[in-house]
């Protein structure tokens, strides 16, 4: 049997009660795009983990953690997601001039590798991706 999804795009609160931070699909539901969705929860994963090798046990969940998490997740989290939701918009319109415009920004990334490349890496690594 045939099954559809439909695509969503959700964001909740990083930190929604005290003591509890959400991460990964729990954090946001991004539109099946590129895998993004898998590559912001593998970034988030990866910045608390990093986190949590700098702070005492108990200070696991204080409020300043919870915030310095968000902060710290915030440019990577709205960039991907406003990121994703541009690309569905985009791809999911019919419109002439917004096919031209694919159109032509593909054949840019087809023919500037540095330019693709760049996109990719941002892709893969997040906003605070080094080039």
Not at 40 to 52: I, K, S, V
């Amino acid at each position: 049997p045939r099954s559809t999804f439909p695509l969503s795009l959700r964001h909740s609160a990083i930190a929604p009660a005290p003591r509890v931070l959400a991460i990964g699909n729990a954090a946001q539901t991004l539109h099946p795009v590129a895998g993004q969705g898998l590559n912001l929860g593998l970034r988030d994963a990866w910045e608390l983990a990093q986190m949590l090798l700098d702070v005492a046990k108990e200070e696991i969940g204080a409020p300043w953690f919870l915030a310095r998490y968000a902060r710290s997740r915030s440019l990577d989290r709205y960039g991907g997601i406003g990121f994703t939701d541009f690309l569905v918009r985009i791809f999911s319109n019919s419109l002439a001039p917004l096919a031209l415009a694919r159109g032509a920004g593909l054949a840019a990334l087809d023919a500037l590798p540095p330019a693709r490349r760049f996109l990719a890496h941002r892709m893969i690594f997040g906003a605070r991706a080094l080039p």
